[in-house]
């Protein structure tokens, strides 16, 4: 079983920074994309962040120069980094990675869901 197992959502005040984690676990023999996307209550997901294998990212407008995507390949993890936030940043924050299992079979995997509410 393969999963991405998501960290790092909370409260923070406008101005302020998190920091959320994905890590994919299970029968992996590689993992191609990575990315995050975002939820607001009433709206469609839209990608926030993404970042191939080899680092290549590519950003939403909304969080160009405020938001950092890296990812660590040999712990499966991805990492947004946020700084700078703002109210309109709450949502509810997915992971999704495009995962070739042992015996090359491949997957799309969400994560959970972490909540992340920005204060003004």
């Known amino acids: 079983q393969v999963q991405l197992v998501e960290s790092g959502g909370g409260l923070a005040q406008a101005g302020g920074s998190l920091r959320l984690s994905c890590a994919a676990s299970g029968s992996i023999f590689s993992i191609n994309d990575m990315s995050w996307y975002r939820q607001a209550p009433g709206k469609q997901r839209d990608l926030v962040a993404a970042?191939?294998?080899?680092?290549?990212?590519n950003y939403a407008d909304s969080v160009k120069g405020r938001f950092t995507i890296s990812r660590d390949n040999a712990k499966n993890t991805v990492y947004l980094q946020m700084n700078s936030l703002k109210p309109e940043d709450t949502a509810v924050y997915y992971c999704?990675?495009?995962?070739?299992?042992?015996?090359?079979?491949?997957?799309?995997?969400w994560g959970q869901g972490t909540l992340v509410t920005v204060s003004s």
């Open positions: 999704n990675a495009h995962v070739i299992k042992l015996g090359l079979r491949y997957l799309e995997l």
């Open positions: 970042i191939t294998s080899g680092g290549s990212t």
